[in-house]
């Protein structure tokens, strides 16, 4: 055998080479999730290291800080496969997996211009709108719209009663949801 076959078949090591604190050390450096998918297919214990220590989790959440405040990240699947109910070390696995493949493909679609871009599918309604159809909700959806050489803005009518709060609704291009506190939503 070749020293380079040699050294494809340790690749998987490096765990062992470098040391837990070290390994992360690196990993939490990494700023793409591509970059982690990719280092997770290296080998199984890679692939383990990465999923059981949330590294995907972990990157979303410096992208996008709100992701700390989700309580549940489901993925959702067109087979009729229903999620078992128990405690076993296989169905934690995967869970952890499902946990993993939500986070990087969350986190892809927010590092990537398409992404940014299309997550949004359309303004559906606002709690009120002030100067309709100058300062809509519709304005919100372009950062780089300019009204009256102002950046755009939504600008609400208000409410008599200063309790209750002013929403903004937005049709999403993905089944993406949020369970957070009643007064957070995405």
């Not at 220590?53 to 405040?69: A, E, Q, V, W």
């Not at 291009?173 to 369970?179: F, P, Q, R, S, V």
Request: with cysteine.
């Amino acid at each position: 055998m070749s020293s380079g076959g040699l050294g494809m078949m340790n690749c998987g090591d490096c765990l062992k080479w470098l040391g837990m604190d070290a390994s992360t050390s690196v990993i939490t450096h990494l700023d793409d999730p591509a970059d982690l998918v990719r280092l997770s297919g290296v080998s199984w214990s890679l692939c383990r290291f990465v999923i059981v220590n949330k590294f995907c989790k972990s990157l979303c959440s410096r992208f996008c800080p709100d992701t700390l405040n989700f309580l549940l990240v489901a993925e959702v699947s067109n087979t009729s496969k229903s999620a078992e109910v128990g405690f076993s070390s296989a169905l934690e696995w995967e869970s952890l997996e499902r946990e993993h493949r939500a986070y990087a493909l969350l986190c892809h679609l927010i590092v990537s211009p398409e992404g940014k871009r299309d997550c949004i599918h359309r303004a559906v309604c606002a709690s009120s709108t002030d100067n309709y159809p100058d300062e809509s909700i519709e304005n919100t959806l372009e950062s780089g719209d300019l009204v009256d050489q102002r950046p755009s803005y939504w600008s609400s009518g208000g409410q008599y009663d200063p309790g209750v709060p002013e929403s903004l609704t937005y049709r999403l291009t993905a089944n993406l949801c949020y369970e957070g506190n009643k007064d957070s939503a995405i």
